[in-house]
């Protein structure tokens, strides 16, 4: 199991952009798919961004053409680019890392975002 610190976040006026940062520390980070997710006050968790072993992208709805997701394996890092950052993407991001065979399941504590309007 992997375990995970997230990085990067803070206060950014409407426009701006942040860089989001996962480190993951444990073996075979590689094998591992990595999502963002974030939680609003008030709200669920919803699953933002996600990257696979194979290195295939998928976001949110909300944040495509804004967000985006990499990740180093080198490094055993995974960075969320955020762009064109609205109020509405104010949350506290999580960094989760996913296994299905032998399963795991690894959260981060999560950093915060706000965006200002």
């Known amino acids: 199991q992997v375990q995970l610190v997230e990085s990067g976040g803070g206060l950014v006026q409407a426009g701006g952009s942040l860089r989001l940062s996962c480190a993951a520390s444990?073996?075979?980070?590689?094998?591992?798919?990595m999502n963002w997710y974030r939680q609003a006050p008030g709200k669920q968790r919803e699953l933002v961004a996600s990257?696979?072993?194979?290195?295939?992208?998928n976001y949110a709805d909300s944040v495509k053409g804004r967000f985006t997701i990499s990740r180093d394996n080198a490094k055993n890092m995974v960075y969320l680019q955020m762009n064109s950052l609205k109020p509405e993407d104010t949350a506290v991001y999580y960094c989760?890392?996913?296994?299905?065979?032998?399963?795991?399941?690894?959260w981060g504590q999560g950093t915060q975002v706000t965006v200002s309007s």
């Open positions: 990257i696979t072993s194979g290195r295939i992208t």
């Open positions: 444990g073996s075979g980070f590689g094998t591992y798919a």
């Open positions: 989760n890392a996913n296994r299905g065979v032998p399963y795991s399941n690894s």
